[in-house]
């Protein structure tokens, strides 16, 4: 190696600059300084980017230590370690081996100070210090030859092997040597604390708090601890007299909570959140465990054989469409008298069936829920994984606003009246109806085609009126708002004369958003 003087960092250091492809050194030299030197290296320049626009010279750290005993593994000072460890640079410990008597290394080692060397190395600095030992240039520790690479005896290879250690651009090192250097040690136990919760509620307000109902509890002579690599040091510790404690409780898993209404079979599926009470705890064989999710609440009392449901539709939240049409379904179902919810979770099933009788206020969401589940996935194919966002309370308006037109895709028994025409008589003739309905929502317009069994018809007052029996959605679709929808309505009027296997003429209404429905 090639260097040119240029003045010393302290006692045992040099500055130069050098020709990476290798070096020459000499043993007496080596034995005088011990060597810490910073490497600076030709770069790769660029032939199409101005000189001034490329990095600046990349620069090295380098320790070198030289021996004459190969068979004995070479030690450094902890002090010298710990500067390789914490400077801003890509570091090395590059060894030299001599044979008895030789002025010129026989073998040449480079060992990159890489993460394994910098845990080791601040966790030996911890316990030194934790010993009341500050003076770190008296220890010494064996360098880790293991991972070294080997360069020529005079030093062939040095620069592929600077390469090696930055392993790419010089930023990406610094943050993953500086991120290492700040973090490890701290990975498990870093900080510990010891408090007391004062009054006679106190295992309560642990339960909650592990249950997920509170964030925040008071507590007093609290003593927080940091501990790095489990070692302690004096003044890591920090004592408060009173102090208020912010804690989020983990969920242990997630499970899917199923609420069923018991007589005609409908449903809805939504997941949760697991809060339990650790065994650690004092008393968490009797406390209560609570799944959650945004808008449902399910907590089971094993002790007192009891289970309670919370139903939240507050309207001032902004949720994706899917959750709001989900909420109707709850609420729909929490509206009929029998009832069940069933609770899984891995391998295990709680089923609760609720008390019959107990009837909820959302009765007006019946028959609209399973309309808006058909609107809510044609929409989600229409936009793809873009979720739409609605807030509730304007979302609860536009259904109480279109509650009719959406149970007609559900209720039986609706009542449509036809104004006469000339060639009215084809109705007489007609056991199916077919007409469309479309409805804007989250930004998208959702057309459907609704089929209803003629029930009774007659001619009342100049209008031809229908009793429509159980109606059935043939086919819908959703599309940007405005568009056009004749070509999707005459396949669904093909569709449904195909599936009923009818040769005949159908009748076809009008659009149901200029119709009323009895």
């Not at 626009?53 to 002090?79: C, E, G, H, M, Y």
């Not at 309670?308 to 049409?325: K, P, Q």
């Not at 056991?431 to 001619?459: K, N, W």
């Amino acid at each position: 190696m090639e260097t040119r003087d240029v003045g010393t960092m302290g006692e045992g250091h040099f500055l130069g600059w050098c020709q990476p492809e290798g070096f020459r050194a000499q043993k007496s030299l080596v034995d005088r300084l011990g060597w810490d030197f910073l490497l600076e290296r030709e770069p790769v320049r660029s032939a199409t980017t101005p000189l001034d626009q490329q990095n600046d010279l990349p620069k090295f750290l380098v320790q070198v230590k030289s021996t004459d005993r190969p068979a004995d593994p070479p030690r450094i000072k902890l002090s010298a370690l710990k500067h390789l460890v914490d400077a801003d640079l890509p570091a090395a410990i590059a060894i030299l081996e001599y044979g008895k008597g030789a002025r010129s290394p026989t073998r040449a080692l480079i060992v990159r100070i890489d993460e394994e060397i910098i845990y080791k190395t601040l966790r030996r600095v911890r316990k030194e210090e934790a010993s009341g030992n500050r003076k770190l240039h008296r220890v010494t520790v064996r360098i880790p030859t293991g991972r070294a690479i080997e360069l020529g005896r005079d030093g062939e290879g040095l620069s592929k092997a600077l390469d090696g250690i930055l392993g790419g651009p010089f930023s990406a090192y610094l943050e993953t040597k500086v991120h290492q250097r700040r973090t490890c040690g701290f990975e498990d136990g870093s900080i510990t604390g010891h408090f007391f919760i004062p009054g006679e509620d106190a295992r309560e307000k642990v339960h909650s708090l592990f249950l997920g109902r509170r964030q925040e509890i008071d507590v007093v002579d609290l003593t927080v601890e940091r501990r790095r690599f489990g070692i302690r040091l004096e003044n890591d510790a920090d004592f408060f007299r009173e102090a208020l404690i912010e804690f989020r409780a983990p969920s242990l898993m997630s499970v899917s909570i199923e609420l069923e209404d018991v007589e005609d079979g409908s449903w809805a599926r939504f997941p949760a959140d697991m809060y339990a009470v650790p065994p650690f705890v004092k008393g968490s064989r009797s406390a209560p465990t609570r799944f959650v999710n945004s808008f449902f609440e399910v907590t089971l009392d094993f002790e007192k054989e009891w289970a309670g449901i919370v139903f939240d539709y507050d309207g001032s939240r902004t949720v994706d469409l899917n959750e709001a049409v989900t909420i109707i379904e709850v609420g729909a179902i929490l509206a009929k008298s029998k009832k069940r919810v069933k609770i899984d979770f891995g391998k295990g099933v709680v089923d609760l069936p609720t008390a019959e009788g107990e009837e909820g206020p959302f009765r007006n969401w019946i028959p609209v829920a399973p309309m808006l589940r058909r609107m809510a996935t044609a929409i989600e194919r229409y936009s793809g994984r873009k979720q739409q966002q609605v807030l509730l309370s304007e979302f609860y308006d536009w259904v109480e606003n279109y509650q009719e037109l959406l149970a007609l895709g559900y209720l039986p028994g609706v009542n449509l009246f036809v104004p006469p025409w000339e060639g009215d008589a084809v109705v007489d003739d007609q056991d199916m109806v077919v007409a469309p309905l479309s409805l804007e929502l989250a930004g998208a317009q959702y057309t459907a085609v609704i089929e209803f069994p003629v029930e009774s018809q007659s001619r009342e007052g100049g209008e031809i009126k229908i009793v429509g029996g159980q109606p059935r959605v043939v086919d819908d679709i959703a599309r940007a708002p405005g568009a056009g929808t004749e070509d999707f309505i005459n396949r669904a009027v093909e569709r449904s004369k195909r599936e009923r296997k009818s040769a005949g003429p159908l009748l076809v209404l009008g659009p149901f958003e200029s119709w009323k429905a009895g």
